[in-house]
């Protein structure tokens, strides 16, 4: 057999032509795997001559297939024919069917197709292990730790497979594998290539073992950690650090030309940095670091795609970061695509996840946070899909852990609770998961705070409105009977149920139940004027503590923030009698940001009269709340943005303090100035009515930030129902707003438009896009708002339908 194969996928640079080094003979089909390999096809092929471009041989053609298979559009066909190709026969060269089999399997992957990935492995490995030769051992070996990998990608057990890997590398001499051709662009000889494989394979086969279990049970060839932190790096995977080095290089030096208006020239315009070269080299050798490899691979082409708004090779960043196992990443771009998508790749990927991952093993908390995501972008019937594949996946336990890592049974199951009511949502089987967690609700013990917290957060995702009257009563019965061990769950029920006869119930009275309170009377429901009492002294009291810690300069972060209880029973519970306390502890100039600033933004959201002695400590502070830097371990925005917000929507300062506030906002390069900057303009954009505010939010539309676009659209709907003049000029710039990508555009808007059809027409020149978002947009949440904005509106608002 042709050992050069398989250095073509391990150690491509060993056999690959090098560009200074000419020769009169063509490249050999290794030669030209290689080449492909580390990308470099085009150029190999420029080099060839016509007449050995027409003398196509099978090696050929499987070469072009690998090619197709690195490409996002032909992955899939390159796939299948491969696998039909690597399955219908004995192979001629077992090494040339080997390393064809670690680039399909790497492929494959892509497709989250494992079934094929094992199927050929296990393939390859019936001919391999028919002898004992060293080069039979070597490619067994290859095999798998490939197959480790794809377990371990999977969801099942691996480790085993790496532990047979060391095992048939154990004394292997390379010395007597069969001899092969390298590269003329190298110096040494084929065993040096061959005995870098091995120390790689090796490498690899150590990485997907875990340290835990290094305490005797493994076999002696099996180093413990502390061994292998102490020795050198193999030389294969140096290669690929640098690789990886010299390609963060040149991204840092194209960002460094655009950031500071280089007057150079470059031909063709800027190269594309891509990481994907170096991450398919430890793809092919079954290597642990392919995980922060995927993960950095999805990074680089996020943060290219954010700066470039080019988002052609975003397709595949969901599906990465889910194979590396990075929740956090994860969550980040998933935000970041529903906001402003493309919702293409997030909906693409969640079918994946639909097609090829449903089975309990498969289906971990990154799968699961795609679904969730993803829910409203789905038919019904492929949500019902998910929502069978979720509830299959509990009954068996739950999620399984990600690779490498360990995480709460309880977090876990929260993942699959949260993206279950999603799909339930879109599938329209809500009841069938609410009595799946109100059976969960009575199975949880006293001081079970985990539990409690991740039931709430699940039913908070539920929407009520579609759930049947009996299973709401259910619920009701229960938050009058049985709810003292859950309060976070009982204040979640209570805002979204509004029953008032339930909340007497809540105690011991703390900040949370008081939140509970409120939640409840936000819904219509009356407070007792006894609790009220009760939940005033201890609101002051938490007021008082605040604020002497923070003339001590003591702060804390996280919890229930007082200042928007008092603002809460102030505006929910009629406590006017709170307004001088609360007005004393938003002035105090030692109090930090993270304390006031929830209180500002729901007073600013709100219409009520202040009394003249609170307003007047408003307006002796007003130039220092603007200019009060105190935030725990952040840098603060100047001006203070909630302040301004709120200080700007009462006119305790006067319109032309607004303006230059929300101006040195609107001006800073900060992405979060900026946004503030948007939400300060929506916010005066409910009681002003001005040119300069139409100016800014225009032109806040146009930002690169979907966000401040958001908010700064949202102000123009409100502005454009105050005045007919400013209404026609922001009439045109709301409808190409509506025809953007992601949902949070759109969502902002449709609220900020209905606001407007409560007291005047829609402008015509968003009509027609709103009823096509009401029949097309992908998201259904975006559908039923704009469904609801068109049959709510006056009359001569609606769209007149021409059937």
Known sequence: ?????????LRPRDVAPHPNFSSDLPPSPPARLAAVVLGEAERLEQGRGEADRELVTEADTAIRQVQLSLQADTLPEAVEELSRELLRRRPTDAARDCALTLLTCSAAAELDDHDTCLKLIDQQLRWTTEGHTPDGRLLQAVLLQQKSLRLRDAGYPHEQESISSLECLADLRVEECSPFELSSGVSWSYTETLKQIVIAVRDAAYSLISFLRRNGELPSMVPEWQDLVRAPAPEQLLRVDRQRASIYRDFLSQVFAQRFQTRARIIGGPRLADLFVSTLALELLGHG?????RRELAQLRLVQASTSGDYSTLDDAVRLLRHAASKTDLDLTLRWLRAGGPLRALSSDARRVLQMRRRPERLRTVELRVLQAAADLLTPSEADLGLQAIMTSLEAGGPPDLPGQSELHTLRLETAWRAAVSLANTSGRTNDVLQMLFNEVRSVGSNDDLRDRALARAL?????????????QRWMDWLSLDSEILPTTVGVLSSRLGSATTFRRVHPLALDTIAVHINAAMRGARLDRMLVQEALALVRKSLSDIRRSAARGAYSGGGISPADLAAGLILYADAQELW???ADFLTDPSVQRDDSSPAFERLAQENVNIPSDAKERFQV????????RIQFLEPALVPYPAALRFLGTYGLIDE???FDSTAQLAGMEDREARQEAAKTVAALSRTISSSW???FAIQLSHDADVEVRAHAGRALARIGGSSASLAKLSSSRLAALLREDGLLVPVLLLRGLAEMAESVALPHDVLPQIELMSEDHPSRAVRRQASRLLGEGPRESRLPRTD
């Open 656 to 658: 032309g303090q607004s």
């Open 460 to 472: 908070a995702d539920v929407e009520w409105n579609d759930v049947d009257a009996e299973v709401r």
């Open 621 to 628: 502070a007003a130039f220092a709340l603007l200019e009060s």
């Open 289 to 293: 670091k392919v995980y922060d490899a």
């Open 693 to 695: 505010l139409l100016a």
């Open 1 to 9: 057999m042709n050992m050069a194969w398989l250095a073509a996928v």
């Open 580 to 582: 001088i306390d609360l």
